[in-house]
Every structure is written in C-alpha cells, then in structure tokens.
C-alpha cells in the first residue's frame, strides 16, 4: 500500500502563486497516473487534475486550465501541482491519489477510479 503526504498548501493572496508536492512512499507510484482533488468545508470533492504515469498527459478541470500545471518526478516518487494566478476562494484542502488501475491509457477525474489518499494540504486565497 502506498502513502501519500501532501505538502505545499499556505495562504496567498489572489494572482499569487504556489507549488503543492505530494511525496509517495511504501512502493513506486512510477506505474500509475496520479490526481489532485479539492475539498472546501461542506462540499464535495472536486477534480482538479491529473497526470499518467509515465507523465506525456495531462488533464485538468476546466476551472484550473491554463493556470495549473500538474508534474511528476518519478525517481523521487513526488508529483507536483503548481498553481499560478490563483483566484479568491474558500478554503479547501488539497488531496492527492494513486489511479486505481496501473498504465491507466486516458486519465479520469473520477474520484472513484483514485485511491490511497493523502491527508490532504490546506489553500487559502485572499483577496
């Protein structure tokens, strides 16, 4: 089974910038895509984005492309969210998860296909 610690998350004011890393440990995650979700307080859990596993693909939600970019290392087993130009917004929790299907061929935003969740690393975006 593999753990997954997120770091990164901070208070930023809006149009600001910031990197999440998601650090995986107890076995590769090299095989599998990788995905970012959010959770502001009383919602659901939102997609944010994700990567494949070997990292040529990416997908993202429509609210965050153009501004997000998701990466990966795969020798240090970290998978990166760099956020830039960030909106005003609640607080939200970020998550990372392993795909649940190795060499996954077209990446999915459902929460349902992730597993192995972090603990999760909060954002928030003042005005």
């Known amino acids: 089974q593999v753990q997954l610690v997120e770091s990164g998350g901070a208070s930023v004011q809006a149009g600001g910038s910031l990197r999440l890393s998601c650090a995986a440990s107890?076995?590769?995650?090299?095989?599998?895509?990788m995905g970012w979700f959010r959770q502001v307080s009383g919602k659901e859990r939102e997609f944010v984005a994700a990567i494949s596993w070997g990292g040529a693909s990416t997908y993202y939600a429509d609210s965050v492309k153009g501004r997000f970019t998701i990466s990966r290392d795969s020798a240090k087993n970290i998978v990166y969210l760099q956020m830039n130009s960030r909106k005003p917004e609640r607080t939200a929790v970020y998550h990372c998860a392993v795909d649940r299907r190795p060499s996954r061929p077209v990446l999915d935003g459902a929460s349902g296909e992730y597993e192995c969740w972090g603990q999760g690393t909060e954002v928030t975006v003042a005005t």
């Open positions: 107890g076995r590769t995650i090299s095989l599998y895509a």
